[in-house]
């Protein structure tokens, strides 16, 4: 079992950046896969981006390509998504997730067993 905690979420303007991260306790954490998904008020959990353990694989979602980047420290038990020409769309709550060895399918809500609380970003116009 691991606990995922994230931090580093808040309000910032279009254009602007914020990095969020998600400390994992417990279990060794170069074990998991991990992803990031978000929701939005009224809208349905999304996959963001996913990192395999070894962080040699990354996925992302179309609508975050090229400006989003997932990346992951084994060392310091951390998982990280940098958020790079964020836009009012991307507004929402932003959780962690984790899953033993491999999810399958990584862009799948379904795919990942442990979840943090989520951390909310808000981007203004």
């Known amino acids: 079992q691991v606990q995922l905690v994230e931090s580093g979420g808040g309000l910032v303007q279009a254009g602007g950046s914020l990095r969020l991260s998600c400390a994992a306790y417990g279990r060794t954490f170069s074990m998991y896969a991990m992803g990031w998904f978000r929701q939005a008020p009224g809208k349905e959990r999304e996959f963001v981006a996913a990192i395999s353990r070894s962080g040699s694989n990354t996925y992302y979602a179309d609508s975050v390509k090229g400006r989003f980047t997932i990346s992951r420290d084994n060392a310091k038990n951390t998982v990280y998504l940098q958020m790079n020409s964020l836009k009012p769309e991307d507004t929402a709550v932003y959780s962690c997730?984790?899953?033993?060895?491999?999810?399958?399918?990584?862009?799948?809500?379904?795919?990942?067993?442990?979840w943090g609380q989520g951390t909310q970003v808000t981007v203004s116009t």
């Open positions: 997730a984790a899953q033993y060895r491999s999810p399958g399918n990584y862009y799948s809500v379904g795919a990942y067993r442990y």
